[in-house]
């Protein structure tokens, strides 16, 4: 296509025309849109029409004017009035002009545009190209076969000057004029002004929103395929707004009213809570001496007989009441996604664990709780520290209230820790312990917790005290726990801690994957009695020899117990026979998209040893991470090695490739209609942006007809239709119907 540009001289983008347009046209020739003039000229009309007509009298065939700076400068009214009745359905300058054409494109006479023209509706032979740009349109005007395209300027669009111009071409070489007696129907329609040659500045007129949305009858492919991702685009922010104001807004607020409808029940006609000692202050057996509670759990336990509890740390939002389901169990916990009124809410309810079967007299009284972005339900627990304690948080709130239908109660924070749930973290603690079978195997609970706890809190602890347990989801590694321990207050003792002698502990009992992923060296514990025995340990105050025996609570009790035999045995026993000369995988590499999951089998030698015990860990659990099953789960792109380590220390090593498939393929146009010997650049991209193999083929379906190279630049050979297609290595698959027509 061989082009002329005339750029408006409007003060701005004008001013460095000359500049820009040895880049303009080594561009442009690149892609077939030979320039074969350029010129700068003047806003004024009879400048504007020698220009455009001079271009039929060129030696070279001129098949396009673009006129940059059409529009955004003070004379976008006389322009686009000029052009609309230059290339009009009835009257126009043209018929006048048809006499003196000759010497216009000589240069001869100017043309008189100063005679009156009657007001009215008219329509041009023209289209819209469509929005460049913060709702400017370029638009194509026909006079005869001569294509007239105008453009707004690059400052007011924001657009650059070169993508418009590519855009508008290739919106314009697929259209021919139209049919005069289809012009009224289909062209533009405009208001027929008297031409301003004094270049009075006049608005301009916006496009409608509609129109600027909405698919139009003469809208180019591109700018279809823009209004249609437009349109996607608003659903799809109109849903995503509807999701986060329910989740941001109705949800909170729903939960705020109904929290604090229960509040307002459990405190209706109560005294005041006040910090004193514990409801067992006095051993009395006349009712009306015990201490009464300050919530109102007659009235609360005839909206739900399973509130048993109220949960309360002073100054933050835990306040809620707390739920009891007799039915739950491993895979079932009823208030989970249940306010108490038994309806559904993503928030939930504070709830004690099943594994507490003394429910509010258990041994330890394990509560379970949401950890809400929006600070409600148990976030506030991170309070107290991520990855170190936060002394000055836990000095302020160093009580949990926990009051029962018994009487209110105080309880003394003993420690705070983080704990993981998946065995490819490291050795499991067995935290979620609501009874003990003995005052050794209690202590000994108490020990490993105030061993991994972020802060040494103050507080003594002995076999006779009893614990409450408040957990929620964390997020320093995958499905971790924070965990906050309190004990009881003791019959007749202050609720009162010495703060001041609160300290951060400054080595605290991690999981596995903390030292894996921020070096250090993991603190060597034994056992509460081995710990108190070596005077280690100034926090107890008990009566001492403790009767039962103590337990690691790990998942693996039984297989630590008989690993402590094997090792205090001498004899050479069957078991000590078989056991195993080393391990190894079912394979050596494996390679799983991201998403995916595929399981490790540890083959054994020999096969039938007696303790299969394995520790399993991986170098990267951003890449891939392991359960206790050997299943591993691709987490991201990348590699990672998975370990396997017996009990005996034979360990075996996978190497896992993960990859990040292509999900989508995009290509930016379905259709297009171009000349023979002349080429058009297609270009696809695929999402996401992270995906390992992004390699595109391109293929013809007819090369005869149009060609493609393998960087999407499809090449007319001759008249006819084909299909070009682009495929991505996994095979998914975009096409381009083309239609090479025969140059006039």
């Known amino acids: 296509m061989n082009i002329k540009i005339c750029s408006i001289e409007n003060g701005r983008d004008s001013k460095d025309f000359k500049q820009r347009l040895p880049q303009l046209m080594t561009e442009l020739n690149r892609r077939n849109m030979h320039v074969m003039y350029a010129e700068q000229v003047e806003a004024a009309p009879e400048e504007l029409l020698k220009a455009i007509m001079s271009s039929n009298s060129a030696e070279?065939?001129?098949?396009?004017?673009?006129?940059?700076?059409?529009?955004?400068?003070?004379?976008?009214?006389?322009?686009?009035?000029?052009?609309?009745?230059?290339?009009?359905?009835?009257?126009?300058?043209?018929?006048?002009?048809?006499?003196?054409?000759?010497?216009?494109?000589?240069?001869?006479?100017?043309?008189?545009?100063?005679?009156?023209?009657?007001?009215?509706?008219?329509?041009?032979?023209?289209?819209?190209?469509?929005?460049?740009?913060?709702?400017?349109?370029?638009?194509?005007?026909?006079?005869?076969?001569?294509?007239?395209?105008?453009?707004?300027?690059?400052?007011?669009?924001?657009?650059?000057?070169?993508?418009?111009?590519?855009?508008?071409?290739?919106?314009?070489?697929?259209?021919?004029?139209?049919?005069?007696?289809?012009?009224?129907?289909?062209?533009?329609?405009?208001?027929?002004?008297?031409?301003?040659?004094?270049?009075?500045?006049?608005?301009?007129?916006?496009?409608?929103?509609?129109?600027?949305?909405?698919p139009m009858k003469g809208d180019r492919p591109a700018e279809i395929i823009r209004k249609l991702i437009l349109i996607a685009a608003s659903?799809?922010?109109?849903?995503?707004?509807?999701?986060?104001?329910?989740?941001?807004?109705?949800?909170?607020?729903?939960?705020?009213?109904?929290?604090?409808?229960?509040?307002?029940?459990?405190?209706?006609?109560?005294?005041?809570?006040?910090?004193?000692?514990?409801?067992?202050?006095?051993?009395?057996?006349?009712?009306?001496?015990?201490?009464?509670?300050?919530?109102?759990?007659?009235?609360?336990?005839?909206?739900?007989?399973?509130?048993?509890?109220?949960?309360?740390?002073?100054?933050?939002v835990i306040d809620y009441p707390v739920m009891m389901h007799k039915?739950?169990?491993?895979?079932?916990?009823?208030?989970?996604?249940?306010?108490?009124?038994?309806?559904?809410?993503?928030?939930?309810?504070?709830?004690?664990?099943w594994r507490s079967k003394g429910g509010v007299n258990a041994k330890n009284i394990i509560l379970h709780g949401h950890h809400m972005q929006d600070g409600r339900m148990f976030q506030n627990l991170m309070g107290y520290g991520k990855y170190t304690g936060d002394l000055d948080f836990y000095k302020k709130h160093p009580l949990i209230y926990f009051d029962t239908p018994n009487g209110d109660c105080d309880w003394k924070i003993i420690a705070y820790y983080k704990t993981n749930t998946l065995d490819a973290h490291g050795d499991y603690f067995d935290y979620l312990t609501g009874e003990f079978n003995s005052d050794a195997e209690f202590m000994n609970y108490v020990y490993l917790i105030r061993e991994r706890s972020l802060i040494d809190c103050p507080v003594d602890v002995n076999e006779d005290d009893q614990l409450i347990s408040l957990s929620t989801c964390s997020y320093e590694f995958s499905e971790f726990r924070t965990v906050l321990v309190a004990r009881k207050c003791r019959p007749g003792e202050s609720s009162d801690v010495d703060v001041k002698k609160a300290q951060l502990n400054s080595d605290p009992l991690w999981?596995?994957?903390?030292?894996?992923?921020?070096?250090?060296?993991?603190?060597?514990?034994?056992?509460?009695?081995?710990?108190?025995?070596?005077?280690?340990?100034?926090?107890?105050?008990?009566?001492?020899?403790?009767?039962?025996?103590?337990?690691?609570?790990?998942?693996?009790?039984?297989?630590?117990?008989a690993a402590a035999q094997d090792d205090d045995s001498s004899s050479t026993s069957?078991?000590?026979?078989?056991?195993?000369?080393?391990?190894?995988?079912?394979?050596?590499?494996?390679?799983?998209?991201?998403?995916?999951?595929?399981?490790?089998?540890?083959?054994?030698?020999?096969?039938?040893?007696?303790?299969k015990t394995i520790k399993w860990t991986t170098s990267n659990v951003g890449v891939a991470d392991i359960d206790g099953d050997g299943m591993v789960y691709a987490m991201g792109p990348g590699k990672a090695t998975i370990t396997a380590e017996s009990k005996y220390g034979y360990k075996a090593t996978c190497e896992v490739t993960v990859t990040q498939p292509v999900s989508s393929l995009y290509l930016n146009y379905t259709g297009y209609d171009f000349y023979e010997k002349t080429s058009v650049q297609l270009s696809a991209s695929v999402t996401p942006s992270n995906a390992t193999d992004k390699t595109l083929t391109w293929s013809s379906d007819n090369p005869a007809v149009a060609t493609v190279d393998q960087k999407g630049l499809v090449y007319g050979v001759a008249v006819g239709q084909t299909v070009i297609r682009v495929r991505t290595s996994n095979g998914l698959e975009m096409a381009c119907n083309v239609n090479v027509m025969p140059v006039n």
């Open 327 to 353: 039915g739950d169990d491993i895979n079932n916990q009823y208030y989970l996604y249940r306010d108490m009124y038994k309806n559904y809410s993503g928030y939930g309810s504070i709830f004690i664990d």
């Open 511 to 561: 999981p596995d994957v903390y030292y894996n992923n921020y070096g250090g060296q993991k603190p060597k514990i034994t056992s509460f009695s081995k710990a108190y025995k070596a005077g280690d340990i100034d926090w107890y105050d008990g009566h001492g020899n403790l009767k039962g025996k103590e337990r690691n609570f790990t998942l693996h009790d039984a297989a630590d117990a």
């Open 60 to 214: 070279d065939r001129i098949d396009a004017v673009i006129l940059l700076n059409a529009y955004g400068s003070s004379n976008n009214g006389d322009i686009q009035n000029l052009l609309c009745q230059l290339c009009g359905a009835s009257y126009t300058p043209a018929k006048k002009l048809a006499e003196e054409y000759g010497e216009i494109a000589t240069g001869g006479n100017d043309i008189s545009l100063k005679e009156e023209r009657v007001s009215g509706e008219d329509f041009a032979n023209a289209f819209s190209l469509g929005d460049m740009g913060k709702g400017y349109e370029a638009y194509c005007f026909f006079l005869g076969d001569l294509r007239i395209i105008a453009l707004p300027s690059s400052s007011v669009t924001g657009t650059e000057e070169l993508k418009m111009i590519r855009e508008a071409l290739e919106g314009a070489a697929l259209r021919a004029p139209l049919p005069r007696d289809a012009v009224n129907d289909m062209g533009v329609r405009y208001d027929i002004q008297p031409l301003d040659t004094d270049s009075k500045k006049k608005k301009k007129k916006k496009r409608g929103f509609i129109k600027s949305v909405i």
């Open 574 to 611: 069957s078991e000590q026979k078989i056991k195993e000369k080393g391990i190894s995988f079912n394979m050596d590499k494996m390679s799983l998209e991201n998403g995916l999951s595929s399981r490790l089998t540890v083959i054994w030698n020999p096969d039938n040893v007696a303790d």
């Open 235 to 316: 659903l799809t922010f109109v849903i995503t707004a509807g999701f986060l104001i329910n989740y941001l807004v109705v949800q909170p607020t729903i939960n705020d009213n109904m929290n604090n409808e229960i509040r307002q029940i459990a405190s209706k006609g109560m005294p005041s809570r006040t910090t004193t000692t514990s409801s067992n202050d006095k051993d009395k057996d006349d009712k009306d001496d015990r201490p009464k509670s300050s919530r109102n759990f007659e009235e609360l336990q005839k909206i739900n007989k399973e509130l048993v509890a109220w949960v309360q740390i002073p100054d933050t």
